[in-house]
């Protein structure tokens, strides 16, 4: 008998083997195994080899996933799956996340696609955020508001500043200074005077949430104080 990691090396290399040309044979395999290292290996090796179809049925993956009653193996399959299924069928990650599975996907699957998205279009990335539901919705937005900062500050200011009121201006004021809080002194300062004063408490409360070095709290500080009053 094999050890048990050439167990679990020489069962995935079966079910690879099936999968490149039998899908649904390879998934009745992995429905036998036991849970366990050769399982979780097993069902990652499956998804991977799944996705490497030129164009893999993103419902029949979801519905798969979702019927792994063995949650560890279901989620190091998916783990290992995401940036594969987002950089070779970003279309494809998109509405896995936005289906009936979509609560499967990794929180950092929904940030590998925002900042996709993003490059390409940052209003079109909210929008897609938007069409999410609950909790995925707001971590896409909160995604794709911080990507679009960290590539491109001015825009992200701008439309913050300029272009939406009411709560989600407050919610995107709020992501954008947790990471304003951690940048160099010159984007601290722009972002402190592109706010009005309410907004400016709004963002040192965020700011206070986040773990900073003493250094760093100091430009914070110094940086807010300026602009006090204005």
């Known amino acids: 008998f094999l050890e048990a990691p050439a167990r679990a090396q020489a069962v995935a290399a079966i079910v690879r083997s099936i999968a490149r040309n039998h899908v649904q044979e390879g998934a009745r395999i992995i429905s036998g195994l036991p849970p366990g290292g050769v399982k979780n290996q097993a069902a990652t090796t499956f998804l991977k080899t799944w996705l490497e179809q030129p164009e893999p049925d993103i419902e029949a993956i979801g519905a798969w996933l979702g019927g792994i009653e063995d949650s560890i193996a279901q989620r190091k399959a998916m783990n290992a799956a995401q940036y594969p299924l987002v950089t070779q069928h970003p279309e494809s990650a998109k509405a896995f996340v936005s289906g009936e599975h979509g609560h499967l ?126």
């Open 105 to 230: 996907a990794p929180n950092n699957m929904i940030h590998l696609i925002a900042e996709r998205e993003v490059r390409t279009d940052p209003r079109a990335a909210l929008r897609w955020a938007g069409s999410l539901d609950g909790e995925r919705a707001s971590i896409a937005r909160e995604a794709v508001i911080v990507s679009w900062y960290r590539t491109h500050p001015d825009g992200a200011i701008q439309w913050v500043t300029q272009e939406i009121q009411g709560e989600p201006r407050n919610q995107a004021i709020e992501s954008i200074s947790r990471t304003v809080a951690r940048a160099h002194k010159d984007r601290i300062d722009a972002w402190a005077n592109a706010l009005t004063v309410d907004e400016r408490r709004i963002a040192r409360e965020a700011m206070e949430n986040v773990r900073l070095s003493e250094a760093q709290a100091a430009l914070v500080d110094e940086a807010f104080s300026g602009v006090e009053g204005r």
